[in-house]
């Protein structure tokens, strides 16, 4: 049996800015085979991200590069790049790769034709030959339109379409699926393997979601701090046998069981409507004591945050009854709503709901002084016990909001919603945008925050996994109705509406992986 041709070798790789000591990348050294498949994970600033960019050639202001890239068999002379392998570079839509004010199939079809040496009109005879392979695919008269004008989604499939027309023997993905939730990634995430097997060629996939790790399969490479923590087969590394820190990634992959003490009514919903033409069948109704936590699951535009700003009082309430915390929010003047409001926490994953002129200590102390009154010595003993809970009691409280990385506004938002001490907590997307080591990190301030201080949650996501991760009970939503209600864990095991069914598989882990976790390491 033939030994399979290397297609990248690379030795004692290291990365450092100029005037920074602290390196990107300490002495990484990895060799990828044809035909295999090589997930790169890790949080923000891992070296995951500096990985990618010396393998596509592209600098990042002024870096001081060591080691070597090798691209084909390896030969006596090392060194940055080769032609010997034909290396493409497929970058995720986050990263706006493509002129918003051009048309995004002219654009890709001009990346096609430069890479092929070839005139434009063959670059997009090549893409329209590529988009229409591709299973699941949205229809090429999508991709005329500005590039800005296409959601995160649709452009994706036209990047990956625009790859594959290269005919790559090695496929650089860097986050292709990050930003897009898990109904519209599961297709392309197929896509991408069917298109791999098609074209025989190999893959390296810079992600820092653990559920893409999952499905992609193949081999994993763990980056924390500039180095490789572990590396080996997905379906080892997503059990107890790997690592510590590698366990912590992956520490949701499988449902915990949850026995919430649930408290007095905190929000009650009474046959209320969200659209004029919804009839008594489409009336939405529950109940959700302290303590306990309702998942509200659907895609945009679904009618979950219609809900939510009725519950708010953010827009008018035509048809039904909300009552929180024992008061019929219909019957408040907008200055008694307001006040109701404060006992309202939210944490969401558009981290603009912190005000940018307002500095870390005082996104905390603020609702301390505005609505309790406090003297300055209790705002600053209840400010720094809540950065300490969430762990950035060791940055200077007079540090611009701007000059927080996303993990670290999330963690803010936790600690400010400490502090008021809320009854109910409303969690919008908390995961989005953030690596796998930040979401095992939100997920456990968030599940500490619900257990010792017992508000109730309202969790909005389109994702069954956060759902999983949150909640005990859900809702669906569908054009602004309620398709699917229960309990959780029995909408995952067995979902019986259609459209529940195709959110679940969409988030499932388990579902189609090309190598599936086993039954034993996943109960460890």
Not at 232 to 246: N, S
Not at 384 to 396: C, D, I, K
Not at 494 to 512: F, I, M
């Amino acid at each position: 049996m033939n030994e399979p041709e290397r297609l990248l070798t690379i030795t004692e790789l290291s990365i450092a800015r100029t005037g920074d000591a602290r390196l990107e990348l300490d002495r990484v050294s990895l060799a990828v085979d044809e035909h295999e498949t090589v997930v790169i994970l890790g949080e923000d600033r891992s070296g995951k991200d500096a990985l990618m960019r010396a393998l596509c050639g592209a600098r990042e202001g002024e870096e001081r590069i060591g080691g070597s890239i090798l691209f084909g068999a390896p030969d006596e002379r090392p060194r940055i790049g080769s032609a010997a392998v034909r290396v493409v570079y497929l970058p995720g839509p986050s990263s706006q790769p493509l002129s918003p004010h051009a048309s995004a199939i002219s654009q890709l079809a001009r990346v096609i034709a430069r890479k092929l040496n070839a005139p434009h009109g063959s670059g997009r005879a090549e893409f329209e030959q590529e988009i229409a392979k591709l299973d699941g695919a949205p229809a090429l008269v999508s991709f005329e339109k500005r590039a800005g004008e296409l959601s995160p989604e649709i452009l994706a499939w036209g990047l990956l379409a625009a790859a594959l027309a290269q005919t790559p023997d090695l496929l650089l993905v860097d986050h292709l699926f990050e930003g897009i939730a898990p109904q519209a990634a599961r297709p392309l995430e197929k896509a991408l393997l069917a298109a791999k097997a098609r074209l025989n060629c190999a893959v390296v996939c810079a992600t820092m979601m653990t559920e893409t790790a999952v499905r992609l399969g193949g081999r994993l490479v763990v980056l924390r701090g500039g180095r490789i923590v572990e590396e080996g087969p997905v379906v080892r590394l997503a059990t107890a046998q790997a690592h510590a820190y590698t366990q912590t990634l992956f520490k949701d992959v499988v449902p915990r069981e949850r026995n919430p003490q649930r408290g007095q009514p905190v929000l009650q919903a009474l046959h209320v409507g969200l659209r004029p033409d919804h009839g008594p069948r489409d009336e939405i109704n529950f109940e959700l004591r302290r303590g306990a936590s309702l998942a509200l699951v659907g895609e945009d535009g679904s009618g979950r945050r219609d809900l939510v700003r009725r519950i708010l009082g953010m827009e008018r309430l035509d048809k039904g009854r909300i009552v929180f915390d024992a008061v019929d929010i219909g019957i408040l003047s907008p200055q008694m709503m307001s006040r109701l409001r404060r006992r309202v926490a939210i944490i969401a994953g558009a981290d603009d709901v912190l005000d940018p002129r307002m500095s870390l200590g005082e996104t905390v102390a603020e609702p301390l002084r505005a609505h309790l009154h406090l003297p300055g010595d209790l705002v600053a003993n209840y400010r720094e016990n809540a950065l300490r809970r969430v762990g950035l009691a060791s940055l200077p409280g007079h540090l611009p909001i701007s000059a927080l990385s996303n993990f670290d506004r999330r963690r803010l938002q936790v600690a400010r919603a400490i502090v008021t001490a809320p009854v109910l907590t409303i969690v919008d997307e908390p995961f989005r945008g953030l690596d796998a080591f930040a979401q095992s990190v939100i997920r456990d301030l968030l599940q500490s925050f619900r257990t010792e201080e017992g508000p109730a949650f309202l969790v909005i996501t389109s994702d069954f996994s956060v759902a999983r991760a949150l909640a005990d009970d859900a809702m669906v939503f569908r054009d602004g109705r309620v398709v699917d209600r229960g309990v959780l864990a029995d909408m995952l095991r067995s979902p019986k509406n259609a459209y529940t069914r195709t959110l679940v598989e969409a988030s499932r882990l388990d579902a189609q992986p090309p190598e599936t976790l086993p039954s034993a390491a996943a109960g460890s």
